[in-house]
């Protein structure tokens, strides 16, 4: 090659480097949706029953990670951990009673990097855990430029609201209403969208950028839904989880015995026993019903909020980011509520549009977002959008957001990162965009973990405070499998003692999706390693043993004494 052609070839090189650079570092709006105790019960995630046509046209347009688990499934601790890209371990936060700002370290959030960047940061109902865990203030003004809204009905949630059928209002699990007789005739999640959609029609000729966090608060319970929606899901459609009962080699430690259900006054009107007593089947199916139209219900609203999104000419430059802070229990394993290390608990949906990125292909509407009307045909199912099957963590959310939006994502934490305000200990998943993801890695892990005061289940075994942590479920979830180990923990240290083994969790996935069979029976956690060590031939085997090493090294839990 003459040296006049390698000139060229060198500017050519250098302007093709130049304009994909410029590229990626346009601005882009972030419109971050997160749902409240949403499992993938969606079409999008292959649901047959569900009616989500909202969410599922969202997903035709995006990349959607059928794979993302939550830290810890509970609200408080994975919105802390969501929001900072660290680890309940790092953020030391496992129940809802502590201040990460000041228990742990002073970690920027996502949108007060965005802040910070010059964006207009917002938030609209339950984005962070309110209370302590968020200075009573939803962490204002670090993390947003306006104050937090939070719908005003939301004060009536728990209250005596819920007409049973002896026509006297109760605090009930279930509670389908007529809207217009309930107290200011609205609901939160109806509130949210409203101000949701101010927002946006307030801030689309401002000329910044903006961040717009809208935090929706179903299905979490009480069921308190517009009553239309149970028409959805007759009851004689639903069934019952294909493994309602508790796994026999289930380790007592692990049990979540599900003590904010049976605080509502229709669930304590059952006498179940305390803490395994299966509840009736009928109403299991209720509770189901109820679920399903509560996933219904928000996906409406969700609806509203991206047809407005479109409807002002926003979708083109605006990511768009829909997930939930963990998933919930249907009667799997026994169990209902979070609380727990199973799938069903930690698995959530996670999905990312970007205009001319992931929404590329053409269809058939002059809107990118048209309204999808629930209670009519629901034509799109999930059948465009890339997806992603590989393992990834709810952590990987603030790295990835910032790629797409054109700011550079943080820095990866170092070992112990308690003085260093941003950095993350998620990745940055838009390497996967657009790429053939579903071949099977090997190394993809993710980590979740929970707490428990005691051996046996009792009656703070869901939610215990700090000061009565005195074990810790780490979870490990792989294409091939999930890994669970009990051990003491010293919640004065913070320190995991993984020596000290309480009970232990090991489910093929192959052969036990459903995480029904623990293959865990020794009584020693060395033991097992030691088994792994004398010539497994399973092709799990190595690579478990493997993320036991990393566990044991002590860098699985980086914030750790």
């Known amino acids: 090659m003459s040296l006049s052609v390698q000139k060229w070839v060198c500017v050519l090189i250098l302007c093709m480097f130049s304009h994909d650079v410029v590229a990626k570092t346009v601005r882009r709006n972030v419109l971050f949706i ?12 292959g649901d047959p029953i569900v ?30 951990s969501l929001l900072t890209s660290r680890r309940p371990d790092t953020t030391r936060l496992y129940d809802f009673n502590s201040y990460w700002r000041v228990h742990a370290g002073n970690y920027t959030t996502l949108p007060q990097y965005f802040k910070s960047k010059g964006y207009t940061t917002m938030s609209v109902g339950k984005v962070f855990h309110p209370g302590i865990a968020s200075n009573h203030s939803d962490d204002y003004p670090y993390s947003w430029s306006v104050p937090p809204y939070h719908p005003p009905s939301f004060k009536y949630e ?38 949701a ?56 430690v692990a049990y979540n015995p599900w003590t904010d259900i049976r605080k509502r006054e229709d669930v304590q009107a059952l006498n179940i026993s305390f803490p395994y007593g299966p509840i009736p089947k009928d109403f299991q199916l209720q509770i ?20 407005t999104l479109d409807y002002l000419g ?20 026994g169990e209902w509520a979070k609380y727990s290390n199973f799938d069903v608990a930690t698995r959530v949906p996670l999905m990312f549009y970007v205009a001319g990125m992931t929404a590329v292909r053409p269809w058939p509407e002059d809107e990118t977002f048209p309204y999808m009307d629930v209670f009519g045909p629901t034509p799109h199912r999930f059948t465009q959008g890339g997806t992603v099957s590989n393992v990834n963590e709810l952590l990987d959310v603030f790295p990835t957001v910032s790629v797409l939006a054109g700011l550079k994502p943080p820095l990866p934490c170092p070992d112990n990162s308690f003085d260093v305000e941003l950095c993350t200990e998620g990745h940055d998943l838009t390497n996967t965009f657009n790429n053939d993801n579903n071949r099977k890695k090997s190394d993809g892990i993710a ?19 700090l000061k009565d942590i005195r074990i810790m479920g780490y979870s490990l979830r792989s294409w091939d499998y999930r890994f669970t180990v009990w051990a003491g ?20 996935l192959e052969e036990d999706p459903g995480q029904d069979h623990n293959l865990y029976n020794s009584s020693e956690y060395s033991l097992l390693l030691c088994k792994l060590g004398l010539g497994q031939q399973q092709p799990w085997a190595q690579t478990l043993k493997q993320h036991l090493l990393y566990l044991t090294a002590g860098t699985k839990s980086k914030g750790m004494a």
């Open 288 to 307: 189901q019903q109820h679920y399903y139209a509560s996933v219904s219900y928000m996906d409406s609203q969700v609806g509203r909020l991206l047809n």
């Open 51 to 80: 009616k989500s046509p909202n969410i599922d046209q969202l997903a035709s347009k995006s990349n959607v990670f059928l794979n993302a688990y939550a830290q810890q499934a509970v609200c408080g601790p994975s919105r802390t």
């Open 314 to 333: 926003l979708a083109e430059d605006t990511v768009v980011v829909f997930t939930s802070d963990h998933g919930w229990s249907l009667g799997e394993h």
């Open 34 to 45: 997160m749902a409240d105790d949403l499992r993938p019960t969606l079409g999008c995630y």
């Open 447 to 465: 980590f979740s973990q929970y707490p428990r005061p005691a051996d046996t289940p009792q009656e703070n075994s869901d939610l215990p405070d």
């Open 197 to 252: 959609i101010r927002l946006l029609k307030s801030t689309r000729d401002s000329g910044k950028n903006f961040f717009l966090a809208v935090g929706f608060h179903k299905p979490h319970i009480p069921f308190r839904i517009p009553q239309d929606f149970l028409t959805l899901y007759p009851l004689d459609k639903m069934s019952l989880a294909p493994d309602p009962d508790v796994p026999k080699g289930l380790p007592s």
């Open 158 to 195: 728990n209250m005596k609201v819920c007409k049973g059928s002896d026509g006297k209002l109760h605090a009930n699990l279930l509670c389908s209403v007529n809207v217009s007789e309930t107290p200011l005739g609205t609901l939160p999640d109806m509130e949210s969208t409203e101000e």
């Open 489 to 508: 923990f010293d919640p004065a240290s913070f320190h995991a003692n993984l020596s000290d083994v309480h009970g232990g969790e090991l489910y093929l």
